[in-house]
């Protein structure tokens, strides 16, 4: 297990939300992501960098504030890290609220790297 | 003002949205929602509609949107005369940008009685993606053929438009909707396409004597609009 998970997964989250906040930016995060990567994204499945940055870029909105809650960490047997986060964000449209969210992420160790190998994202939104 | 008018009247069923011990002081609770891509100015038009001067509210965990209003509404009589006139506490419902990250579910078209449906005049996908507005309507909505007002959103931007008049309005014919050009920005069309969905669901309820035929009726905790006794409803004017 690895003892610096937390700087691992804390740098992992900044640099990620960095992407993915600015639209200009947010294909750079492909590299981030294992070949062999799965997002569930709002009970949407994809599978693999390319389709996942796909669906990344499809949300239409330009430039994303966020505010993260808090944010957990723990070392996973093989290496990885698993990190959990809450927060809100809010899109670039004046009049949206801002909304909760849940996000998790497994980052698998190859090497001295990490990638992504798991992603779950859904809005804390009960409107079900 | 108005509690006089209340006196006497028998308790309605229970409702979620009203103090059981407060009886409200209008005659009918109507929800409208409104609906279309990202950015084709919903929140806008409903921020347009409602002067700026009501409250809204937002439910952050539940991710819906809504302001209100006061209107009344009179119903045109058979003979063309003026009929007699409703007190309605609108509920104008917004997606809150919620529909940027996910599908909307079943649950929020629930007790749904009319749907603004909007594109932009400048954005032409926004006008072809109607048809999957529509067809999500059919499937979540109360029933297969709910009041729906078609509109054509930012025709102040006449210099970016990319959608022709006659464009909507082949649309809106298609589906037997009324079709508005509307302008959140300079307020043009947005009261009319309002009022015209509520003369529609105004005269849906007025037909319906079959109450099980009415919005509302496939919500689980009871009826979601309110009718007083029939005395209760009359003359305001």
Same mark, same amino acid.
């Given at each position: 297990?690895?003892?610096?998970?937390?700087?691992?997964?804390?740098?992992?989250?900044?640099?990620?939300?960095?992407?993915?906040?600015?639209?200009?930016?947010?294909?750079?995060?492909?590299?981030?992501?294992?070949?062999?990567?799965?997002?569930?994204?709002?009970?949407? *499945?994809?599978?693999?960098?390319?389709?996942?940055?796909?669906?990344?870029?499809?949300?239409?909105?330009?430039?994303?504030?966020?505010?993260?809650?808090?944010?957990?960490?723990?070392?996973?047997?093989?290496?990885?890290? *698993?990190?959990?986060?809450?927060?809100?964000?809010?899109?670039?449209?004046?009049?949206?609220?801002?909304?909760? $969210?849940?996000?998790?992420?497994?980052?698998?160790?190859?090497?001295?790297?990490?990638?992504?190998?798991?992603?779950?994202?859904?809005?804390?939104?009960?409107?079900? | 003002?108005?509690?006089?008018?209340?006196?006497?009247?028998?308790?309605?069923?229970?409702?979620?949205?009203?103090?059981?011990?407060?009886?409200?002081?209008?005659?009918?609770?109507?929800?409208?929602?409104?609906?279309?891509?990202?950015?084709?100015?919903?929140?806008?038009?409903?921020?347009?509609?409602?002067?700026?001067?009501?409250?809204?509210? $937002?439910?952050?965990?539940?991710?819906?949107?809504?302001?209100?209003?006061?209107?009344?509404?009179?119903?045109?009589?058979?003979?063309?005369?003026?009929?007699?006139? *409703?007190?309605?506490?609108?509920?104008?419902?917004?997606?809150?940008?919620?529909?940027?990250?996910?599908?909307?579910?079943?649950? $929020?078209?629930?007790?749904?009685?009319? $749907?603004?449906?909007?594109?932009?005049?400048?954005?032409?996908?926004?006008?072809?993606?109607?048809?999957?507005?529509?067809?999500?309507?059919?499937?979540?909505?109360?029933?297969?053929?709910?009041?729906?007002?078609?509109?054509?959103?930012?025709?102040?931007?006449?210099?970016?438009?990319?959608?022709?008049?006659?464009?909507?309005?082949?649309?809106?014919?298609?589906?037997?909707?009324?079709?508005?050009?509307?302008?959140?920005?300079?307020?043009?069309?947005?009261?009319?396409?309002?009022?015209?969905?509520?003369?529609?669901?105004?005269?849906?309820?007025?037909?319906?004597?079959?109450?099980?035929?009415?919005?509302?009726?496939? *919500?689980?905790?009871?009826?979601?609009?309110?009718?007083?006794?029939?005395?209760?409803?009359?003359?305001?004017?």
């Amino acid at each position: 297990m690895n003892p610096e998970f937390a700087e691992i997964g804390q740098q992992f989250v900044a640099a990620y939300y960095k992407g993915f906040d600015d639209k200009n930016s947010r294909a750079t995060l492909q590299p981030l992501y294992h070949s062999t990567a799965l997002l569930t994204f709002e009970g949407c *499945q994809f599978q693999g960098p390319q389709a996942i940055v796909e669906k990344l870029m499809s949300v239409p909105s330009d430039n994303i504030q966020r505010a993260i809650t808090c944010a957990d960490y723990q070392p996973t047997i093989d290496g990885g890290v *698993q990190v959990c986060i809450i927060g809100q964000l809010k899109t670039d449209s004046e009049h949206d609220k801002p909304m909760p $969210f849940t996000h998790v992420f497994l980052l698998k160790r190859e090497n001295a790297n990490y990638f992504i190998n798991n992603e779950i994202f859904r809005l804390a939104l009960h409107n079900f | 003002m108005f509690t006089n008018l209340e006196m006497g009247d028998s308790a309605p069923p229970a409702h979620g949205t009203v103090g059981n011990n407060n009886q409200p002081d209008y005659d009918y609770l109507i929800k409208f929602l409104a609906l279309g891509d990202s950015g084709v100015g919903k929140t806008s038009l409903l921020f347009q509609y409602t002067d700026n001067t009501f409250n809204n509210k $937002f439910i952050s965990t539940v991710g819906i949107d809504f302001r209100e209003k006061r209107v009344v509404h009179r119903m045109p009589a058979a003979d063309g005369s003026v009929g007699r006139s *409703q007190r309605i506490h609108l509920q104008l419902w917004d997606t809150a940008g919620q529909e940027r990250f996910r599908s909307l579910t079943t649950a $929020f078209f629930r007790d749904a009685m009319g $749907f603004l449906l909007l594109f932009d005049l400048t954005n032409e996908q926004s006008l072809m993606n109607i048809r999957n507005w529509l067809s999500q309507l059919q499937t979540h909505a109360y029933c297969e053929n709910p009041d729906v007002v078609l509109c054509g959103n930012k025709m102040d931007l006449e210099d970016q438009r990319k959608v022709r008049e006659d464009r909507g309005r082949e649309m809106a014919e298609k589906f037997g909707l009324p079709y508005f050009e509307t302008s959140a920005a300079t307020g043009h069309n947005v009261s009319k396409a309002v009022e015209c969905l509520l003369d529609m669901v105004m005269t849906r309820m007025e037909k319906c004597t079959d109450k099980t035929k009415l919005p509302g009726s496939r *919500q689980r905790n009871g009826q979601t609009y309110k009718q007083k006794d029939g005395g209760d409803t009359g003359c305001l004017c």
